[in-house]
């Protein structure tokens, strides 16, 4: 068998003569031969956890409020588990998770402000198409069906 080899031999891949890289949070992280470059602070990732699960107990607590308190207006008891998970997020802000998941979210909605949304007139032609397009297929589906249903009928007698 012979040994395939990449057309470009600067270019490292999935091959066991040079394998792939790959760029962790953590520091480098360099599979087959080479060196293992993981540089983790396991007091961070203790710290974070403890800071997540500090950021579910008032969650906790709201919801036990919640059904507690289950005479109370509905309202106040909506407002409170709405305080809640504010006071949830805040904590859970502080860990390195959740930075990353406040950083997804400001990157998603970047990304929503490049998107090109249709206009009016393409929107309400595209919805005028789909309910055609729909009352066909129901006429479509029903005509077989009663078809079906007169063929089965003749068979069975």
Same mark, same amino acid.
């Given at each position: ?6 057309p470009?031999?600067q =270019?490292?891949g999935? &091959?066991?003569?040079w394998? %792939?890289?790959?760029?962790? #949070?953590? +520091?480098d ?8 470059l ?16 500090v950021?579910v ?12 308190y289950g005479?109370?207006s ?7 588990l709405?305080?809640?998970l504010? =006071?949830?997020s805040l &904590?859970a802000?502080?860990? %390195?998770?959740?930075k990353? #998941?406040? +950083?997804?979210?400001k990157d998603s909605?970047n ?19 789909v ?8 006429i ?18």
């Open positions: 068998m012979a040994e395939r080899r990449s470009k031999p =270019v490292g999935s &091959i066991p003569s394998p %792939a890289i790959m760029n962790m #949070a953590g +520091g992280y360099r599979y087959g031969n080479s060196l293992w993981v540089n983790l602070d396991f007091r961070e990732l203790t710290l974070d956890k403890l800071i997540l699960i950021a107990l008032p969650l906790l607590g709201a919801t036990g409020a919640f059904y507690y005479d109370e509905l309202l106040l008891r909506v407002i409170g709405l305080v809640a504010i =006071v949830s &904590i802000y502080q860990s %390195a998770p959740g990353a #998941a406040w +950083g997804f979210v909605r990304e929503v402000r490049k998107v090109v949304w249709p206009t009016r007139k393409e929107t309400a032609q595209t919805t005028l198409f309910i055609v397009a729909v009352i066909i297929m129901g479509f589906f029903f005509l077989l069906d009663m078809l079906l249903g007169w063929a089965v009928r003749l068979l069975t007698g």
